[in-house]
């Protein structure tokens, strides 16, 4: 009798790991077909150019270029980089939730809500490399959880934390704001195994973080360098050139260096008219001609050292040009679309680029719909970027509790834990390097902080599921898994 059991029981799961997996791929299907060929900028011509001249630059990931230019050998334009970083995002999600969800039921229901709920998928139509960037991150974290939890603690499964946090730096250079607290907690956990002088514990975890960033910054140019000869093109003159307008504004005096000054009569009241604190768009881009200049072979120490010169000079007025920054960055007083993400594809690529390029403007009536819920009041409030980082730093403290008590996986504990403090400090890490609010910048922000919120709702709803409905196939008592223990089914 307890053989025929057992027997049920093994068919039964075997049969939920089917259904998870059609469910996942109905997800990708579903979002792949609502967003095709996926939402693009001008950054993603750039990039098809540069593999298609091999000229090569590192304004955009040289890494995503040769993607592209691989995968544009089969079809030309963003579908199929966006299949390749859509599926990548869904399916390392959807393994995610597999090892911390309590049944199949739950990780279904909790996979559909992150594809579906209005915020995350926006982001998930993008074919940016932010869309990217995330994929790399959940591999990255999933991979750091299972070190911590010591589930798998092997050279092979150290040695996937420091791929993928390499691959990360790849995709997005800033990315290292993301990386430094997963590379963090791990040197943590394991300083705390030899050693229980806190304060020595918490240096030598932040000194060794350091140098790990450190060569993860060199390795990751070295091999843009190289191995894809991409010439620098100094992507943070933007940056530089941004502070610099925007201490001017405050102080009343133009300290732009003269050879940035593109166009006749650029004074400051021209930099004072364009100058916005949320972006830096007004000032690089013109029609008349007027702008602020940034190329590769510009004077980039000089640029600096005017930098350098009035942040020192001029601290207050850096601050208060960074803190106008930071609100308009999270929505605190911004509510435009392209920072929403109600907005869909830069309408001029399909117009003024050869329709064999593959661009075309999405139009599904899913995206349609979408677009109008997301524009009611009663919606539009859970799109703001402050109110996801609110709920991260929740989850976090959640998270800290959990793994100093128990009851949970702690694989559970450390994921939630390290992608709400990754996101955390991306986040507030691009308020002090970045030049523009625009809604992919917080994709790691959205799309982190609802799978952490779904690692944490998951107990609750099975609790309701075991409570309220039928006790039948899908209970995890049947199966002889206790809650927090369970396997993984995926």
Same mark, same amino acid.
């Given at each position: ?60 990931? &040289? ?6 230019? $691989?995968? =544009? ?21 959807? #393994? ?18 992150? /594809?579906?709920? &209005? ?90 973080? $350091?140098?790990?960033?450190? /060569? ?41 260096? /003269? ?29 008349? =001609? ?46 435009? &679309? ?11 690529? &399909? /117009? ?5 390029? =593959? ?39 959640? %998270? ?7 009851? #949970? %996986? ?9 992608? %709400? ?26 799309? =982190? ?28 008592? #049947? ?5 927090? %223990? ?5």
């Amino acid at each position: 009798m307890a053989k025929r059991w057992n027997s049920n029981v093994v068919c039964k799961q075997a049969r939920f790991r089917y259904l998870y997996g059609l469910v996942l791929g109905l997800c990708v299907l579903c979002l792949y077909m609502a967003w095709f060929p996926g939402v693009y900028t001008l950054d993603e011509a750039d990039i098809l150019w540069q593999g298609r001249t091999g000229i090569y630059h590192d304004w955009h990931s &040289p890494l995503l270029v040769r993607v592209w230019a $691989m995968l =544009g050998h089969f079809h030309s334009g963003p579908a199929l980089p966006y299949l390749l970083y859509l599926g990548a995002t869904v399916i390392l999600c959807g #393994r995610i939730l597999s090892r911390t969800c309590p049944s199949p039921l739950i990780a279904g229901m909790a996979l559909m809500a992150f /594809a579906f709920y &209005p915020p995350t998928f926006v982001m998930l139509g993008l074919v940016t490399k932010d869309l990217a960037f995330v994929a790399t991150m959940l591999l990255l974290v999933h991979s750091a959880a299972q070190v911590l939890s010591a589930e798998r603690r092997t050279i092979a499964s150290v040695l996937w934390v420091v791929g993928a946090s390499y691959l990360s730096l790849l995709v997005r250079p800033d990315g290292i704001l993301a990386v430094a607290p997963i590379i963090f907690f791990i040197y943590l956990k394991w300083w705390a195994e030899k050693t229980n002088a806190k304060t020595i514990l918490a240096l030598r975890s932040a000194l060794l973080t $350091m140098v790990t960033g450190i /060569a993860l910054i060199a390795s990751s140019v070295a091999t843009n360098r190289l191995v894809f000869r991409a010439r620098p093109y100094y992507a943070v003159q933007p940056v530089m050139l941004f502070d610099l307008a925007g201490i001017s504004v405050q102080e009343d005096r133009l300290l732009l260096p /003269a050879d940035r000054l593109k166009g006749d009569n650029f004074s400051l009241a021209v930099v004072r008219a364009r100058y916005t604190p949320g972006q830096a768009d007004g000032l690089i881009w013109s029609s008349d =001609g007027r702008r602020l200049d940034y190329r590769p072979d510009a004077d980039q120490k000089g640029l600096f050292q005017a930098w350098s010169s009035a942040v020192r000079t001029f601290p207050a007025s850096y601050l208060r040009h960074r803190l106008a920054y930071t609100a308009n960055f999270l929505g605190i007083r911004n509510a435009t &679309p392209t920072l929403l993400g109600i907005y869909q594809a830069d309408q001029s690529l &399909p /117009a003024t680029r050869p329709a064999e390029e =593959g661009w075309r403007l999405v139009n599904s009536p899913i995206v349609s719909l979408y677009r109008r819920v997301s524009e009611s009041p009663f919606i539009r409030w859970l799109f703001y970027p402050w109110v996801f980082l609110i709920v991260a730093s929740l989850v976090a403290g959640i %998270s800290i509790q959990q793994l100093l008590a128990s009851g #949970r %996986s702690k694989y559970s504990k450390y994921i939630s834990l390290l992608m %709400s403090t990754s996101v955390m400090t991306y986040t507030l890490g691009f308020c002090l390097v970045s030049s523009g609010s625009v809604w992919r910048y917080h994709a790691w922000l959205k799309l =982190g902080t609802t799978i952490s919120i779904l690692i944490n709702l998951a107990p609750a709803l099975e609790w309701l599921r075991r409570r309220f409905c039928d006790k039948g196939s899908w209970s995890t008592k #049947r199966t002889g898994e206790r809650h927090g %223990s369970h396997r993984d089914f995926s």
